[in-house]
């Protein structure tokens, strides 16, 4: 059984209740906010790619296939779905029409989470299955930080495109690579999963600062 399957079920009744907690939620949002549902259709593959990451879409010989564990899907799943929820949405919501900026928006948003993620991979390097075909897997961890790097260089770039909030994001673009290039995988836990994980919160109060 995988590390992270084994956790899901050892704190299934936990995940059970913070389901029906947010099915109350979406309830309340639907039936006692001005949210446009028309915007909901925008979340739909963007949900689908969340729920199917973790719920197996298939088996194959015994074998439960999400998007975690399909080959070489799993990061760029994440990356999509975090933007679409971040920028679509939301922007839709608001009435915003999706032109160029919007969809360099995306892009730079996909870039980011595409690094973000890259040191859980290399964290989890000696644990994931070789079928896996990780981009550390593949490139090994020194062309994976590289690539990080040319990913936030990307990134920084299209946030002088924008020239929006330009300097918050060459601070975050510096810790991101700070944190990409001391990942390893003697890293603890809490190193992805707590540190790199606050880096958008950390972006949310930088934002809020200089505004």
């Known amino acids: 059984m995988g590390r992270f399957k084994a956790w899901f079920l050892n704190h299934k009744n936990n995940l059970i209740a913070v389901t029906i907690f947010s099915l109350f939620g979406i309830g309340y949002v639907l039936f006692f906010t001005s949210l446009n549902v028309e915007s ?95 981009i550390p897997q593949v490139l090994g961890v020194k062309y994976t930080k590289i690539l990080g790097t040319i990913l936030i260089v990307i990134f920084v770039l299209l946030g002088f495109v924008q020239k929006n909030n330009v300097s918050t994001t060459v601070i975050i673009a510096i810790i991101t690579l700070l944190f990409l290039w001391f990942s390893n995988v003697h890293k603890s836990t809490f190193y992805a999963s707590f540190w790199v994980e606050a880096i958008p919160i950390f972006w949310l109060c930088l934002i809020l600062l200089f505004l």
């Open 40 to 134: 909901l259709l925008i979340l739909l593959p963007f949900a689908f790619m969340t729920v199917f990451y973790v719920v197996p879409i298939f088996k194959k010989r015994n074998i439960e296939v999400s998007f975690r564990n399909f080959p070489g899907i799993k990061i760029f799943s994440i990356a999509f779905a975090w933007a679409g929820v971040t920028v679509f949405f939301p922007l839709y919501e608001k009435g915003f029409v999706f032109n160029t900026s919007v969809c360099i928006e995306f892009v730079q948003r996909v870039l980011f989470l595409i690094a973000i993620t890259l040191p859980f991979d290399i964290r989890d390097l000696q644990l994931d299955s070789k079928q896996l075909r990780t």
